[in-house]
C-alpha cells in the first residue's frame, strides 16, 4: 500500500511539475519543478519512463536556451539523468534535443553549465548510434579536444577524454579527431587501411606532423615495403606530407626510409599499380634531403652503396633522361640539387652529366612550358656551369630558341624564373665565342640593355627575386617607417577643398549660371576619404607602396615580415573606409601572401597579425576571398593548433575565424549570457 501511495504521489508531482513548465511564470517555479523532477527520477528507474511519457522533454528542451542560468544547468542535469543507463531514454532525447545546443554550452562562461552539458554529451556518446551524431555536429568533436587539453579544469578534461574514447567506436570519427589535432586514435589504429587512407587525406599542422612521423613512420614504411597497392598508395601520400616538414627528416632517416624509396625508385617493379610509385619517392626523398640532413654515409641497399656512390647517381641521371613525366623529373632534378653540394658528388656528377645526353636534356627542359620543371633545370645548369662552361654553351647554342630565350619575356615584376635564368647567362664563360656570336646574331645585346634598365627604373616593387639581396634589416627599418607614416594619414588626411573656378561664368547672374559647373573636385582617397598624397599625407596607396609591403611577406626573415605587416594593418584600421581598402587589397592578391606567412612561419606575433588580417577579410571582403581562405586546408589545420595550444590572444582569434568558417558552434545572440 506504501508503494502504492509512493507511485500515485510521483504521478500527481510530475502532473504538477508539468503544470509548472507549461506556464513558467517565474524563474523559480521552473526550477523547483525540475527539481522535483530530478528527485522522482532518482527515487525509481520506472519513474524516468514516466515523465517521458508525460510529455516532459519537450518542455525541457524550450528551457535549454532560457536566461536563467540555474535553470538552464539544471535542465541539463535532468536530461543527463533520463539518459543514464536508458537506450530508450538516449533515443528519445537525441530526436528531441539538438546536440549543437548542447555542445555551444561548452563555450559557456559559468562552469556549472559546462559541466553538466559535457556529462549530458558523455552519456549520449555511450550509444554507438549517437556517436555520429555528435560527430557530425561542427565544431563538436573541436571542443571537446579543447576541454581535454585545458590544464585549469581537471573533472572537465577527464570527462572529455572519456567521452572522446566513445565516438572512436565510429571510424569518421577518428578522421574528425585527427582533423581536428587529435592524432592518437588515428595513430592506434593505423594498420588498417582506412587509417592510413585517412592519414594521407588530412592536413596536418606542423606539431601533428612531427607527432606523426614519430609514432608512424616505420608502420608506414613498412606498409610502403610489404602493403598492396591501397595501403602502399595511402601510406605515400601521408609520408609525403610529413617529410615536406624538414624537421622531420632525422626522424625519417632513422626509419629506415631511405632505404625502402631508393628501392622504389630503382630496382622495385609493380606492373598493376595505377600510381608512379618512382615519383611518389623521389618526392620523399627530395624532401629529406632539401633539409640538408648528412647524407654522405646513408646507405641505399644492402649491397652498401651509399647515397653519394657512383651506383646511385649514375641511376638518378639515367633516370633523368629516360623519364617520361614532369613530375618525376622535377623531383629528380630537386635531389641532384642536394646530392651536387657533397663535394665527392659534383666530381661524379659532372663527367656523368658531361659524357651523356643529360646535357642535353637539362637544356631542352628550359624551353619547357612546366614552369617549375623549367626553374628546376637551370638551377641546376647554374651548378654545373663553372665545371662544364664551355660544354653547357654549346649545347645550349643548338638549342632552338636559345640563348635568346634565357632573356626574353621580362615583366614587371621580374619573376624567379626569369632572374635565374638572367643567372644562368651570366655563369656561363663570358669569353665564349660561340656564346658571343650567338646573342649577337639574335640582336639580344639591346634586350639586355633595356631588361638593366627595366630593373633600375622599377627597383624592388612587388618582386621577391628582386627584394631577396636586400639587407634585411634595411627593409625591416623601411617598413617600420612606413608604417608609422602610414599611421598619421587618417588625420592628415581632409575632405577635398572645392576650387572656384575663376572664369566670366562668376559674374554672370545667378539664374544664369544655372547647370554650368563652377566647382572643381580634387581626387579623393578610397582608403583615407580624403585628398591623399605620398608626400602631405602619406599614403601607401597614393604611393604604390602596398605591392612592395606584399613581396617583403615573402622574406624568410620573421622580423621583417612581422614589420611588413605591420604596415599593411595601418590599412585596416577602424577609423580608415576598411571595405574599399580589402578591395584593394583583394585586387593585390594580398591574401595569398598571408596566407603563405601562416605557412612559413609559426611565431605568435605573426600568427596574430595575420589572423586579424583575415578576419578581417572575412568580415568585409568578396566571396572570393572567403572562398580562398576556407579552402587552404594548411590554415584550418593551423588555426586548429592555434586554438588548441596557443597564447590567449592567438587562441581567441583563432576561434574567432573557426566560428566564422563554421568549424566552432556560434555563440547565441539570444538575451541571455552563455
Known amino acids: 500500500m506504501i508503494e502504492e501511495w509512493k507511485e500515485r504521489n510521483d504521478e500527481a508531482k510530475i502532473k504538477v511539475a508539468c503544470a509548472a513548465l507549461s506556464l513558467a511564470s517565474s524563474a523559480s517555479m521552473v526550477f523547483e519543478a525540475i527539481r522535483d523532477l530530478q528527485g522522482i527520477c532518482a527515487r525509481k528507474q520506472y519513474n524516468k519512463v514516466q515523465v517521458c511519457n508525460a510529455g516532459i522533454l519537450p518542455l525541457l528542451v524550450k528551457f535549454l536556451e532560457y536566461k536563467d542560468r540555474d535553470v538552464r544547468c539544471a535542465v541539463l542535469e535532468l536530461l543527463q539523468q533520463l539518459a543514464e543507463d536508458d537506450d530508450d531514454g538516449k533515443e528519445m532525447i537525441a530526436k528531441m534535443v539538438d546536440i549543437s545546443t548542447v555542445i555551444k554550452m561548452l563555450s559557456s562562461g559559468h562552469q556549472p ?39 585549469v579544469d581537471a573533472f572537465s578534461a577527464e570527462k572529455a577524454d572519456e567521452t572522446l574514447r566513445n565516438p572512436e567506436k565510429a571510424q569518421e570519427n577518428i578522421k574528425h579527431m585527427a582533423e581536428n589535432g587529435l592524432l592518437e ?41 610489404m602493403g598492396n597497392t591501397l595501403s ?55 624532401n629529406i634531403f632539401e633539409t640538408g640532413i648528412e647524407f654522405q654515409n646513408l646507405q641505399v641497399n644492402t649491397d652498401g652503396h651509399k647515397l653519394t656512390s657512383d651506383y646511385v647517381l649514375y641511376n638518378i641521371i639515367r633516370m633523368l633522361k629516360n623519364s617520361t613525366t614532369d613530375e618525376l623529373n622535377i623531383n629528380l632534378i630537386r635531389i641532384l640539387l642536394s646530392l651536387i653540394k657533397e663535394p665527392n658528388s659534383i666530381s661524379i656528377i659532372v663527367p656523368m652529366v658531361k659524357e651523356t645526353e ?30 662544364m662552361g664551355h660544354t653547357l654553351v654549346e649545347r645550349l647554342c643548338t638549342t632552338k630558341g636559345q640563348p635568346e630565350n634565357l632573356l626574353l619575356g621580362h615583366t614587371t615584376p621580374i619573376t624567379e624564373r ?48 628582386a627584394t631577396e639581396n636586400i639587407n634585411d634589416e634595411v627593409q625591416r627599418l623601411s617598413a617600420i617607417g612606413l608604417e608609422n607614416l602610414s599611421a ?45 598624397s605620398s608626400q602631405n599625407t602619406f599614403c601607401l596607396v597614393d604611393a604604390k607602396a602596398v605591392e612592395t609591403l606584399l613581396a617583403c611577406l615573402d622574406n624568410e626573415n620573421a622580423v621583417v615580415v612581422e614589420a611588413a605587416l605591420s604596415a599593411i594593418c595601418t590599412l585596416l584600421d577602424d577609423k580608415v573606409d576598411v571595405e574599399k581598402s580589402v578591395s584593394m587589397l583583394t585586387e593585390a592578391n594580398a ?84
Request: overall charge positive.
Open 232 to 286: 602502399r598508395s595511402a601510406a605515400f601520400k601521408a609520408l609525403a606530407q610529413i617529410s615536406a616538414y624538414s624537421p622531420n627528416a632525422k626522424i625519417l632517416a632513422k626509419s629506415g626510409i631511405i632505404q625502402i624509396m631508393a628501392e622504389e625508385m630503382f630496382t622495385r617493379r609493380i606492373s598493376d599499380e595505377n600510381m608512379n610509385s618512382k615519383n611518389e619517392a623521389a618526392a620523399i626523398l627530395a
Open 358 to 387: 643529360a646535357s642535353y636534356t637539362l637544356i631542352e627542359f628550359i624551353n619547357n612550358p612546366h614552369e617549375e620543371l623549367g626553374l628546376a633545370a637551370v638551377k641546376l645548369l647554374i651548378e654545373l656551369s663553372p665545371h
Open 418 to 465: 626569369q632572374a635565374v635564368s638572367a643567372k644562368f647567362l651570366a655563369k656561363l664563360p663570358h669569353q665564349n665565342v660561340t656564346l658571343n656570336l650567338a646573342l649577337l646574331r639574335k640582336n639580344t645585346v639591346p634586350t639586355i640593355l633595356q631588361t638593366i634598365n627595366q630593373i633600375q627604373i622599377t627597383g624592388t616593387r612587388a618582386s621577391r627575386v
Open 113 to 151: 553549465i559546462r559541466q553538466a552539458a559535457l556529462l549530458l554529451l558523455h552519456e549520449l556518446s555511450r550509444s554507438e548510434s549517437l556517436c555520429k551524431k555528435i560527430g557530425s555536429v561542427p565544431g563538436g568533436i573541436l571542443m571537446l579536444i579543447r576541454i581535454k587539453y585545458n590544464p
Open 488 to 532: 598619421e594619414s587618417i588625420t592628415l588626411s581632409k575632405p577635398p577643398q572645392i576650387k572656384k573656378s575663376k572664369s566670366w561664368k562668376q559674374a554672370l547672374p545667378i539664374f544664369l549660371s544655372l547647370g554650368s559647373s563652377n566647382k572643381m573636385k580634387a581626387p579623393v582617397c578610397p582608403v583615407h576619404r580624403g585628398a591623399c
Open 591 to 674: 591574401m595569398r601572401h598571408i596566407l603563405n606567412v601562416v605557412k612559413d612561419h609559426s611565431e605568435e606575433g605573426l600568427w596574430q597579425k595575420s589572423f586579424q588580417v583575415i578576419e578581417i577579410f572575412l568580415m568585409k571582403g568578396r566571396d572570393k576571398s572567403a572562398s580562398d581562405i576556407s579552402q587552404d586546408r594548411l590554415l584550418l589545420a593551423t588555426l586548429i593548433s592555434a586554438f588548441h595550444h596557443g597564447n590567449g590572444n592567438t587562441r581567441q582569434m583563432a576561434e574567432n575565424i573557426l566560428r566564422i568558417l563554421n568549424k566552432v558552434p556560434s555563440i547565441p545572440t539570444s538575451n541571455y549570457t552563455l
Open 185 to 225: 586514435p588515428l595513430l592506434n589504429h593505423l594498420v588498417q587501411m582506412e587509417m592510413a587512407s585517412y592519414l594521407g587525406e588530412i592536413t596536418l599542422g606542423n606539431d601533428s606532423k612531427t607527432c606523426v612521423a614519430e609514432r608512424a613512420s616505420p608502420t608506414l614504411t613498412q606498409m610502403v615495403h
